[in-house]
């Protein structure tokens, strides 16, 4: 409602429009793949960098599943390159507001990853930071599945 009492809001709305058509989330993904098909970690690490950056400035992420994606293989992959598993975990911090983005994280089985990080002495205190804040984003979001499977019959009471 308060967007639409402003003045600018048919400028706003073309900007929108424009981002949603021209998004750079798409190019940054693609280069990230081929990235990380020919093990270029510092490209890596500068896409992930980007994604933060356009979520921290709550640029809406057009496809989240394939981000979702991404992140879970550099996150699952990346053990032996501490900064470019940091730059995952900073990305997955910043879009874990990202409900497709999450549920690509939790069925990779990134969960249990991000609770190894937090435990883990050899995390950084940023990294352990970025990595409570997606898990308590896996865990709410795991929370809300299994209560919207749940069977009707079981909110009953006998």
């Avoid at 998004?23 to 960098?49: I, K, M, N, Y």
């Avoid at 089985?109 to 050899?122: F, I, P, Q, R, W």
């Avoid at 409570?132 to 795991?142: D, Q, S, V």
């Amino acid at each position: 409602a308060a967007l639409l009492a402003r003045e600018d809001t048919s400028d706003l709305l073309a900007g929108l429009e424009y981002l949603l058509a021209n998004s750079p989330v798409q190019p940054l993904v693609r280069l990230a793949v081929e990235a990380e098909r020919t093990c270029d970690v510092l490209t890596q690490q500068l896409v992930l960098s980007c994604l933060a950056n356009l979520a921290a400035r709550e640029v809406p992420i057009i496809d989240g599943n394939t981000v979702g994606q991404l992140l879970s293989r550099v996150l699952l992959n990346s053990e032996g390159e501490p900064a470019l598993r940091s730059y995952a975990l900073t990305t997955c911090f910043n879009l874990s507001s990202e409900e497709t983005v999450v549920a690509q994280l939790q069925v990779a089985g990134c969960t249990s990853l991000m609770a190894a990080l937090v435990k883990s002495k050899k995390t950084s205190e940023q990294d352990a930071r970025h990595a409570k804040g997606t898990l308590r984003c896996l865990k709410r979001h795991a929370a809300a599945n299994k209560r919207a499977s749940r069977p009707v019959s079981a909110f009953r009471r006998p």
